[in-house]
């Protein structure tokens, strides 16, 4: 079932306008693959092609959770996971457009 779900995803990627329109990289670039990576079972090829990743599941699992319990600093969790997520992300965009311009 989980092979046939990878299939699914690998064959109905979408492409990123962004990347279309400016030809460089948007900051969600990478995200598509590195879920396919990751379900894949390659956690290394997944960080690579996104790092971002996992902290961003980790907050939406978070965030289901204290929507339906809330936790008591539940909000204040919720700032702080999304401030690391920003920061990764915008890191890894400037890293990778350095790269483009090299």
Not at 31 to 52: C, D, F, T, V, Y
Request: hydrophobic fraction near 55%.
């Amino acid at each position: 079932m989980l092979l046939n779900i990878i299939n699914w995803l690998e064959s109905h990627t979408l492409p990123c306008l962004y990347q279309t329109f400016f030809g460089i990289e948007c900051p969600g670039c990478g995200a598509q693959r590195a879920l396919i990576e990751l379900l894949k079972g390659n956690l290394m090829e997944s960080l690579n092609a996104w790092p971002a990743l996992i902290p961003v599941l980790f907050m939406l699992v978070y965030l289901v959770f204290f929507v339906i319990f809330r936790f008591k600093n539940g909000l204040q969790i919720l700032k702080i996971t999304f401030v690391i997520n920003v920061s990764i992300i915008t890191i890894n965009y400037i890293y990778k457009l350095t790269l483009h311009l090299l």
